[in-house]
């Protein structure tokens, strides 16, 4: 009898294949590379971040955090999911700072996955292998660094990718979910010119999208703060220019952001009203006095971190701000500038720089997105002949200097007793 053998498999299935093996080995290295950086920082003798994190996050193991009124800054958004993650980490591996480590490179492997899948859905024609390598590339990238302006990568311009602080990191998976599941639904009612078009599939989806929201303040309050402002400048611009045919739409999306916005609400009130009396604590608006501090030039600042994005979005500025995930990227980044020039707590952690996260959480989306339309150039032919060769060329050395400063300052940071 005549063995049956396979059918060969196609090109596009080898390709598929080669790409989902090729994302599995990035993602390990990612990985262990965070767990590292963690570890490190961890036993670093600089006071860090994550060291600091990680002690509350042992009182809180021991219900030390139920104590002197703390409970509603943990019970009501107080960035307590990193807390909790390291926690239950910890009963299963027995050791604080494996736990701390684990979590916090699965937060950013997290988010390595989700930009591959968004890589490989937005960008259907590139080779399967090109998502995996786009989304390692945007996990290492950093701001462009010039010594004779700045002494330090990180401090002077923010980054995409922030190693130190364990509660952004964690609020990055559900930042990059909330902002894609708003493209999609987003996009399926501009598809159907806001005709009869249903805002969720189903309830299931209008549930997940409502838990992702609120979830996402449990990690961090601050990719909310940036990114609600953005999606209702968003909402109201369209409401203007349908004549308020988008009502019912902008209504509905809406009321999925109203547990979250009253958690974060809650959370703003005791951390900067209810303790304000004892602590010292508020919020007042000053403009540019905190990012001035942190920033030679705010103009510069600003170029440098986001040189790759605002190459893409010069070199097709109508078709990036015509797309919906082009037009909410701008809108979040905007609103995130606005909080990090306008707003300033009061006391003695004014100079910490806290209204900064939000804009490092906006940033990291504007990068996913302006990779996404620059491969779509590519992808589509709309790069060829000298001028597109040309612009491409400029593109990917752009890239590739941000990718190398991202990488020199991993290394820094793993092998170098600082925090940032």
Request: with cysteine; charged share 15%.
């Amino acid at each position: 009898m005549r063995e049956e053998t396979a059918p060969a498999l196609s090109e596009r299935e080898r390709q598929e294949q080669q790409g989902l093996a090729l994302a599995c080995l990035l993602g390990v290295l990612l990985f262990f590379m965070s767990f590292w950086m963690a570890y490190h920082q961890l036993h670093n003798p600089v006071e860090t971040d994550i060291q600091t994190h990680l002690g509350r996050a042992q009182e809180l193991s021991r219900g030390g955090m139920l104590r002197g009124g703390l409970v509603q800054e943990f019970l009501l958004g107080g960035n307590c999911l990193w807390y909790l993650g390291v926690v239950l980490f910890r009963r299963l591996c027995g050791d604080w700072v494996y736990a701390a480590s684990a979590v916090t490179a699965a937060a950013i492997t997290a988010v390595y996955v989700i930009s591959c899948a968004v890589l490989r859905r937005e960008l259907p024609r590139l080779r399967a292998a090109a998502a995996p390598l786009g989304a390692m590339a945007l996990s290492l990238v950093g701001p462009l660094y010039l010594p004779w302006y700045s002494e330090s990568i990180y401090l002077d311009t923010s980054s995409p990718n922030v190693w130190h602080n364990p509660t952004h990191i964690m609020v990055r998976p559900f930042a990059v979910l909330v902002f894609w599941m708003t493209v999609c639904i987003y996009r399926r009612w501009r598809e159907a010119e806001g005709c009869s078009a249903r805002t969720y599939r189903s309830r299931g989806e209008a549930a997940l999208y409502t838990a992702l929201i609120a979830v996402s303040v449990w990690a961090k309050p601050s990719f909310l703060q940036a990114f609600v402002p953005g999606l209702g400048a968003m909402l109201l611009t369209d409401l203007v220019r349908s004549r308020g045919r988008s009502f019912p739409f902008a209504l509905k999306l809406a009321s999925a952001y109203v547990p979250g916005v009253l958690l974060m609400g809650m959370r703003f009130l005791v951390a900067f009203w209810v303790r304000s009396e004892s602590d010292g604590l508020g919020v007042e608006i000053a403009p540019l006095d905190v990012w001035s501090q942190s920033s030679r030039c705010i103009p510069v600042s600003v170029l440098l971190l986001l040189a790759f994005p605002l190459f893409v979005m010069a070199v097709d500025w109508k078709g990036f701000s015509s797309s919906v995930r082009g037009q909410l990227a701008i809108w979040c980044t905007v609103s995130a500038m606005a909080s990090k020039a306008l707003l300033a707590e009061i006391g003695e952690r004014r100079y910490h720089c806290n209204f900064s996260w939000g804009y490092a959480a906006a940033a990291g989306l504007l990068w996913l997105v302006a990779l996404c339309h620059f491969g779509g150039l590519l992808s589509e032919g709309r790069l060829s002949g000298r001028r597109g060769r040309a612009v491409a060329c400029v593109g990917w050395t752009l890239l590739a200097f941000h990718l190398m400063t991202g990488i020199l300052y991993y290394c820094l940071l793993a092998s170098h007793d600082i925090m940032c």
